[in-house]
């Protein structure tokens, strides 16, 4: 009996029907596996209820893979979701591999190129909630992976079969187990829904969307092997959260003004992203969603922004926030405008408006996974075009490289800090950028480059990341940075300027001529400090105080109970030069196997100290160190220094309020760090509530409320008489101001923006390396002005108990960044120790830590911590 073929194509079909069905009722829903709707009203999902149905749906899907990338900061699984089409999953490495050949096509011909573009897949990213408490990301993750592995709609096979998803259901899953748990806690009491008191991460709260190249955190490290590395995707979206009383969504593309060294092609694709989500959103009978405002594109520090200069069309998401997982009512007088729309009127960004009501959660969760959904389409229906566009600004940075200045930037051997310069080779290698190290010596003009210096070319595809993070820079100062009222200047959403090797005190010079005749070879990733020595001995070692790593060097000795001095004087040595402040260790047994392996480990050199020291000595010792850390939503300030502490091995411990107004602080600690902060925050402990405003204390559960008030107020005035040392950073002099009555004064106070202006700029800064808090420091380097202040030093009360080591420029202060009205700063104290007493209080007013980034400026703090602990013992 001869069989119809229509027939057979029609079993077929059903048999698939069948088995997809099968498959969908054999996965439940989330609503089933969570007991509750995604977005539901007073409901949040738990960490580790998602990885455990991401997990299921893996295991009972063939439409996804679930990665374990590592942990979190605080052990928590960081998982990527890998969502397509069964045969696509089989073949993801094949996929991979095309997705980083068309982002890096040299080498390929025309051909290749297009068979890849031909053969390849789109793949697009999305993450989710890297700010804890913007909790719609993470929520409506596992609703969208449900629909993605169970749906067989027409629009949904499209994508599976053209598209990779790479999911991160949550950037920040310590974040987000700490917010659901608080939620939780306080339900349904008093304290529903308020603001949590401490960090959302450990350790930058709301900052851990700054690090998206200087990598610190580890969350940081898993995103950009899977981006930046690994997979190269053509687009990413980040979702987050917004203040309520504006627009109900903003999507992309962004606000004026545009960062110049990115691909105009790249901000097309903005375009067309932003587009298609307007649609989709429209279509699904939103209204309130609008582009551009208050996004600008100009700054490069979050996730979303930072892929731009990756090539990767990197956009933002940002849904009104309801009140956690409650409902909130919006009058419409209370909806107003923003920068780029000053008032709540239809116009051509948002030309249909939410007319105010009830706002709920499950508006914010929809939203999202319409606007992923739609990146997901356009990817799927402009597969090809869009893996071509990835080839062209690939092609296009490669030739601007090849033909314009900055050919290639320089990092030198010869350098006050080389080890701190192989840190930031490595972290652009961890960024994607290639790197070569010189095979032989290179001459430039009068400079002769020393086999070993760096050399990073821009004439390769990650060009634009390479000028925009090594390049001196002016922030754009015209129509789009200038209010239309008066023509103040506005504020940049982050930072004015980025030049990595200025926040490191690396010396990275511009080579403005083609490359000729140079001898390089790619350095693998990633690079390792060279190799230390460890060279004679008999009356113990000298150290310079050069690096940053000797610190690490120091706090291990100390632990060790080693001799560890600084020599006050330089002096030369086996034909080496020393500065004030090198470091002299001393002590028996296996002191010199001890320093071998700091010098194995870490490239330092330790060199036979001579038989008789010349000059006084200041002897160290363990520092007994406290550092405040608040309440009322927790201080980032504090969280970095904390990371970085550990970071460079010290030891210390975290001061609550309860330890501030205990007695004890002068017999515990010899110096105690307060971070930049307000004094009614220290004090008072003042928090802003969740939507803006001050929190009282009943909204607080009793534990988490208040300052140090004035009983801390008064243990630290007895602590500094008492011998100890106050360390405080930018910001928080005022604190040590009015507790001391100290003779400085702010001048800035009460000055307009239009006459002064530096918002996040890099200024040049004197040093006095002469002084024990300048120790190891160039005379001359670059610090971070950002909300600092520009003190005077009283001349009546000045004098002997005052030093400044160091101090702004008197002209030509900008390095980079943007600056008006240098005057104002000219000649001004960065650093101040003040005695008072028989205790220090040394003064930082700038942001010498800034987020673990200012390696340039790192000395300022770590020799005050030793300094201040030394008693003043002098050999």
Not at 494 to 505: C, I, K, S, T, V
Not at 546 to 553: F, H, Q, R, V
Request: charged fraction near 20%; aromatic fraction near 10%.
């Amino acid at each position: 009996m001869r069989r119809n073929p229509l027939c057979i194509v029609l079993l077929f079909a059903i048999s698939a029907i069948l088995a997809a069905n099968a498959t969908a009722q054999s996965i439940p829903s989330p609503e089933e596996f969570f007991g509750f709707k995604m977005g539901a009203d007073g409901e949040l999902v738990q960490w580790d209820k998602v990885v455990e149905y991401f997990n299921l749906l893996a295991d009972r899907s063939d439409r996804i893979i679930v990665q374990n990338l590592g942990e979190s900061t605080e052990g928590n699984p960081f998982i990527l979701a890998i969502i397509s089409s069964p045969d696509n999953l089989k073949n993801l490495e094949k996929y991979r591999e095309i997705s980083k050949k068309l982002a890096d096509p040299r080498g390929l011909s025309d051909r290749e190129i297009q068979d890849l573009i031909k053969n390849g897949k789109f793949v697009g990213a999305v993450s989710s909630s890297i700010h804890a408490s913007e909790v719609g990301g993470i929520n409506g993750s596992s609703e969208q992976a449900y629909e993605m592995v169970t749906s067989n709609d027409p629009t949904n096979t499209l994508i599976l079969d053209n598209v990779i998803y790479l999911m991160i259901p949550s950037f920040n899953p310590d974040g987000a187990k700490m917010i659901a748990d608080w939620f939780y806690k306080y339900k349904g009491t008093q304290y529903n829904n308020t603001r949590l008191p401490y960090l959302y991460h450990l350790y930058t709260g709301h900052d851990n969307n700054r690090d998206a190249y200087m990598l610190t955190q580890v969350e940081s490290q898993h995103f950009a092997k899977v981006i930046y590395r690994d997979w190269m995707p053509q687009a990413y979206i980040d979702h987050h959260h917004m203040g309520s009383t504006g627009a109900r969504f903003y999507i992309p593309p962004y606000l004026d003004p545009i960062h110049t060294n990115v691909s105009p092609l790249l901000y097309r694709e903005h375009q067309l992203y932003g587009a298609h989500m307007a649609v989709a959103l429209e279509n699904a009978g939103k209204s309130g969603f609008e582009t551009g405002a208050p996004y600008t594109a100009w700054w490069q520090a979050a996730f979303c922004m930072a892929g731009n200069f990756h090539n990767i069309t990197s956009m933002l998401t940002e849904s009104a926030s309801a009140n956690w997982a409650d409902p909130i009512y919006i009058l419409p007088d209370q909806l107003g405008g923003t920068r780029g729309r000053p008032e709540y009127k239809a116009q051509m960004t948002m030309p249909r408006l939410w007319p105010g009501g009830w706002w709920r959660f499950r508006e914010i969760v929809e939203q999202q996974m319409i606007s992923a959904k739609a990146m997901l389409e356009v990817g799927a229906r402009y597969r090809e075009t869009l893996l071509g566009n990835m080839v062209l600004k690939a092609q296009e940075n490669i030739k601007l490289g090849q033909n314009e200045p900055p050919y290639a930037f320089i990092i030198p051997k010869d350098q006050h800090d080389f080890l701190t310069a192989v840190k930031l080779v490595k972290l652009f290698q961890m960024n994607g950028v290639e790197v070569h190290h010189l095979d032989k010596a290179y001459k430039y003009g009068s400079y002769i480059f020393t086999p070993g210096s760096y050399v990073i070319s821009t004439a390769q595809p990650k060009r634009v990341f390479v000028k925009s993070f090594l390049e001196q820079i002016n922030y754009p100062d015209n129509t789009w940075t200038r209010s239309h009222d008066d023509n103040s200047p506005i504020r940049p959403y982050d930072l004015a300027g980025y030049a990595l090797n200025e926040h490191m005190g690396v010396d990275a010079l511009p080579i403005m001529e083609p490359l000729r005749n140079i001898s390089m070879s790619v350095a693998k990733p990633f690079v390792s400090p060279p190799n230390g020595t460890v060279e004679g001995g008999g009356n113990g070692y000298i150290l310079d105080h050069k690096s940053n790593d000797s610190i690490k060097a120091m706090n291990r000795l100390l632990a060790k109970g080693y001799d560890v001095s600084w020599i006050k004087d330089g002096f030369t040595h086996e034909n080496m030069i020393y500065a004030p402040g090198a470091i002299l260790v001393k002590g028996g047994g296996s002191l010199k196997s001890d320093l071998q392996a700091l010098a194995d480990e870490l490239g330092l050199s330790f060199q036979g100290a001579p038989s008789r020291t010349s000059g006084a000595t200041i002897a160290l010792k363990a520092p007994r160190l406290g550092m405040y850390k608040r309440y009322a939503g927790g201080n980032m300030d504090e969280g970095w220094t904390n990371w970085l502490l550990q970071d460079f091995d010290f030891t210390f411990t975290s001061l609550f309020n309860k330890d501030m107004k205990a007695s004890s602080l002068a017999q515990n600690y010899d110096v105690i760090i307060i971070p930049d902060d307000s004094v009614d925050a220290i004090i008072e402990g003042r928090g802003r509530r969740r939507g803006g405003g001050q929190q009282s204390d009943e909204d607080i559960p009793e534990e988490y409320r208040g300052g140090i008030g004035d009983k801390g107020v008064e243990n630290l005035k007895t602590f500094v008489k008492n011998g100890g040392t106050l360390i405080t950073f930018n910001g928080s002099y005022e604190f040590a101001q009015n507790l001391f009555q100290l003779p400085i004064s702010d001048t800035l106070e009460g000055v307009p923006s239009k006459e002064f202006w530096c918002p996040g700029s890099t200024l040049n800064i004197a040093v006095d390396n002469s002084h024990p808090i300048a120790y190891g420091m160039p005379q001359n380097t670059t610090t971070l002005f950002r909300s600092s202040p520009s003190l005077r030093v009283s001349a009546i009360d000045s004098g002997a108990n005052v030093s400044v080591p160091a101090r702004y420029h008197e002209q030509n202060l900008l390095q980079s960044g943007w600056l008006i009205g240098e005057k104002h700063l000219s000649n001004r104290p960065v650093v101040i120790e003040f005695q008072v007493e028989k205790g220090k209080v040394i003064i930082l007013a700038t942001p010498a830590q800034f987020r673990a980034q200012m390696h340039g400026t790192f000395k300022f703090l770590f020799n005050s911590i030793f300094y201040g602990a030394a008693d003043g013992a002098v050999r």
